[in-house]
T-cell receptor
């Protein structure tokens, strides 16, 4: 699976959009980009995933660059409850999910 | 659906004791896995299973055994507990994706907090 690089931490004002970047420059054509988050002391929570196209669901949007070397997770209106560690994972089918260090997002009132 | 359930929520063991952490899911998911998370650290994969009767090792399998006799259950056994196994243990399950890939969207349990003294 391709290695991903994320900033260690980010801050975002409550009510503003949170844009979390992820670099995956060695991603292969059949690797998906998955995003999970872990709110303090809880089990990780699936957010969204994509292959080539941009994706949107009730939680977030995922923007993948055309060359697929990077992506951005967008939380459109961040709330205090979105404070968590966010993990970007590049994953080929039928291999287990391995977590990196992620980005610690702090939403500030 | 109860989702992924884990028991017990908390456990204290003495060094050398053995125990089994229970994990069950009621979503008919074929893929299940176990992770550990040490204080202030990331998640590390212990073992995983792509279906009943099939298990495989993850990043940190030493000191742990698993079996998968049913689709619903995936217990994790600590053979001889050591202080280094003090951690929070998370179980997860996933269905196949549309292209039969696993894991797909993984659902995690609430965790078991284990302390080994």
């Amino acid at each position: 699976d391709a290695k991903t690089t994320q900033p260690t931490s980010m801050d975002c004002a409550e009510g503003r959009a949170a844009n979390l970047p992820c670099n995956h420059s060695t991603i292969s054509g059949n690797e998906y980009v998955y995003w999970y988050r872990q709110i303090h002391s809880q089990g990780p929570q699936y957010i969204i995933h994509g292959l080539k196209n941009n994706e949107t669901n009730e939680m977030a949007s995922l923007i993948i660059t055309e060359d697929r070397k990077s992506s951005t997770l967008i939380l459109p209106h961040a709330t205090l409850r979105d404070t968590a560690v966010y993990y970007c994972i590049a994953l080929i089918g039928n291999t287990p999910l391995v977590f990196g260090k992620g980005t610690r997002l702090s939403v500030i009132a | 659906n109860a989702g992924v359930t884990q028991t017990p929520k908390f456990q204290v063991l003495k060094t050398g004791q053995s125990m089994t952490l229970q994990c069950a899911q009621d979503m008919n998911h074929e893929y299940m896995s176990w992770y550990r998370q040490d204080p202030g650290m990331g998640l590390r994969l212990i073992h995983y299973s792509v279906g009943a009767g099939i298990t495989d090792q993850g990043e940190v399998p030493n000191g742990y055994n698993v079996s998968r006799s049913t689709t619903e259950d995936f217990p994790l056994r600590l053979l001889s507990a050591a202080p280094s196994q003090t951690s929070v243990y998370f179980c997860a399950s996933s269905s196949h994706g549309p292209l039969r890939q696993v894991p797909y969207e993984q659902y995690f349990g609430p965790g078991t907090r284990l302390t080994v003294t």
